[in-house]
């Protein structure tokens, strides 16, 4: 099989990664990649948001498959190209990917399939938003409709704070506050069947003790030992399945990764947000855990014949992925810099390895800082703590001007 993967972040290396261990694929190719990505597939320095020519090059590669990572080139309706040169494609269309694309969609979406998540107000005025803010009460959640690279939510107990970043977007969801922890549950589909993978729990916030601003995510592991039993069954027959079914019956059929960022409540289990793709950092974790070879199972749900697939086989051991951050990030990330140690960090037994996100390589083959997110450092172990140890071993040896990572992720799991 050749495999074209469409991103440039650590995701994409990491699916990249598990792809190229996988004895069906004969070639792989990403567009546009990055440093690491460069090192396990031929990169091609494509728009990815540019439809047309992701297409051309899926033509021209005699592509079998082409996996698009993350959610701008699927709102942007980029696996509608391909698919419509006939080329099998993992992700969604661009109507289905409104899901994360928009969250007031997303929120008619769970009202008509009966998904428990937060009671919510969409609101395009401040007036609206004053009122809406002061219906919930503190703590408020203020959510940007549109994309934000997961940087367009607000949490605070500051009123002002919240309308000042309502007034910021052209349309808010404002909702209740939900309490409790979170799980990301990714599940594969095809539109009709739906094949949960193993839950992990990410990082938003940039700082220790889950203080500082959201970010795209500062690490995550998996399993999650906390977890109440039955969880995955729970959330595949509550939110899972009923999502996919009224997304086919509304005419917008949604294929590819399907992720329910949940919060487990004391009144249950609520939905946070869709994502229409794999989330970052924890597809890291999820696919170092993932024994049955990749390529087989995007393919399954490109092709609709998820139903055909084996049960997938899972490492009962852990992962943990921790990111190295730039100076700066999320606000203004400083990039440019060379980064030290990255071999240095990979183990020769292969439990840790370093996932490239924002990074490239100058004409002396150096490789440099290029994003807010640099790296992701993951480690596979027995349990959480071993698998954390390596994590922070590996990172330990890496250098990067100003870089910033947190030090407690999955400490606490790791304990418990
Ligand atoms: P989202 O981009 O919707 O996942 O939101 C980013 C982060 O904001 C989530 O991971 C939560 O930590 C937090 N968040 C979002 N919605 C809520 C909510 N209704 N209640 C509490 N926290 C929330």
Known sequence: MKVLVIGGGAREHALCRSLSQDPAVTELHCAPGNAGIAQVATVHPVDQLDGAAVAALARLLAADLVVVGPEAPLVAGVADAVRAIGIPVFG???PAAQLEGSKAFAKDVMAGANVPTARSYVCTTEAEAAEALDAFGAPYVVKDDGLAAGKGVVVTS????ALAHAASCERVVIEEYLDGPEVSLFAIT???TVLPLQPAQDFKRALDGDEGPNTGGMGAYSPLPWAPEGLVEEVLETVLQPTVDELRRRGTPFSGLLYAGLALTSRGTRVIEF???????????????????LAAVLHASATGTLDQLEPLRWDEGAAVTVVIASEGYPADPR???????????ESADGTAYVLHAGTRADEDGRV?????????VTATGTDLAEARERAYDALALIGLKGGQHRTDIAL????A
């Open 158 to 161: 500051d009123r002002a704070e």
């Open 190 to 192: 095809d539109g009709t």
């Open 412 to 415: 606490k799991a790791a304990r």
């Open 368 to 376: 440099l800082s290029a994003g807010g997110r640099v790296l992701s």
């Open 275 to 293: 994502n229409a793709r794999f989330g970052d950092p924890e597809t890291q974790v999820v696919l170092a855990r993932l024994v049955t070879p």
């Open 335 to 345: 990039t440019g810099d060379p980064i030290e140690g990255l071999a240095e960090a």
């Open 92 to 94: 969604p269309s661009g």
